[in-house]
């Protein structure tokens, strides 16, 4: 069984930054991409950044400049740097981890709260 496990949210200040780290772990288990979702009140969960085994990334236009997504292979483990925040970065955050059968392994969230 696959178990996914984000950690670093927090309440931080406009123009603070945080770090979201996410740790993957299972038998057998082989990740083809791990990314953090995001999902704000009154709005749908949204992609925020991905990471593919190879090392490509994807950002939403809403973060590109201010997020880095980045991966300790050797730990299956994935963070998610944020800087220059904004209050509408306020969202409960979910790291998803995929393997190669394209199988999705969820997070239970961590909450972000962006607040002067």
């Known amino acids: 069984q696959v178990q996914v496990v984000e950690s670093g949210g927090g309440l931080v200040q406009p123009g603070g930054f945080l770090r979201l780290s996410c740790a993957a772990s299972?038998?057998?288990?082989?990740?083809?991409?791990m990314g953090w979702y995001r999902h704000a009140p009154g709005k749908q969960r949204e992609v925020v950044a991905t990471?593919?085994?190879?090392?490509?990334?994807n950002y939403a236009d809403s973060v590109k400049g201010r997020f880095t997504i980045s991966r300790d292979g050797a730990k299956n483990t994935v963070y998610l740097q944020m800087s220059s925040l904004k209050t509408e970065d306020t969202a409960v955050y979910y790291c998803?981890?995929?393997?190669?059968?394209?199988?999705?392994?969820w997070g239970q969230g961590t909450q972000v709260t962006v607040s002067s």
């Open positions: 299972g038998s057998g288990f082989s990740i083809y991409s």
């Open positions: 990471l593919m085994s190879g090392g490509r990334t």
């Open positions: 998803s981890a995929k393997d190669f059968g394209q199988n999705s392994y």
